[in-house]
């Protein structure tokens, strides 16, 4: 059985504008959130993931406010990470207009709070975001910005974050960013 590829751009937000890094460092501008999803409702993507590397270090969200007029202006299902920390968050990210809810930090910062949002909202609505980086000639999970380093495989990191509920996993790799 074949199924057709998915294309899902995943786009990096800080201080509000999208950026490009290398290897999760010196973020590049280049182009404004509501100008950059206008052109991507031209293309035929499937999905659309936000990805605020700034509210990923601070643990603190874009604006709901700011995340909703995003979703308006786009006609392509979005997903949005970063500094998400609570159920009550997640739920207001889906309030604003998004599908999925993308969780990093938050698998090891609280697992019980994706496990009650994955039980609470579905699985297909919770994405584990891994973020993997080579240490020596292993591979090893990192978080909170690629500073914290999860002492365990990413295939096991994968497997647990399964076990607590989500439904998809973005894998990372930060040499490659």
């Known amino acids: ?35 950059v999803l206008s052109i991507f409702n031209e293309f035929e993507v499937d999905e659309i993931v936000l990805l605020d590397i700034d509210a990923a270090a601070s643990r603190v969200p874009t604006s709901f406010d700011l995340l909703s007029h995003y979703a308006e ?58 973020d993997v980086r080579k240490d020596g000639d292993d591979q090893k999970v990192v978080v909170h910005g690629n500073r914290d380093v999860v002492s365990v495989e990413p295939v096991q990191w994968a497997r647990r974050a399964t076990e607590l509920g989500v439904g998809e996993i973005l894998v990372t790799s930060v040499e490659r960013e």
């Open 1 to 35: 059985m074949r199924t057709e590829p998915r294309i899902i751009p995943v786009l990096l937000l800080a201080n509000e504008r999208f950026v490009k890094t290398r290897c999760f460092a010196d973020p590049i501008y280049v182009g404004d959130p509501l100008n």
């Open 73 to 130: 202006e786009c006609y392509i299902p979005l997903a949005y990470g970063g500094g998400l920390t609570t159920d009550e968050q997640i739920g207001a990210l889906f309030q604003a207009g998004y599908e999925k809810a993308v969780v990093n930090s938050l698998l090891a910062d609280s697992p019980h709070t994706v496990e009650a949002a994955a039980h609470r909202y579905g699985s297909q609505a919770i994405v584990a975001s891994i």
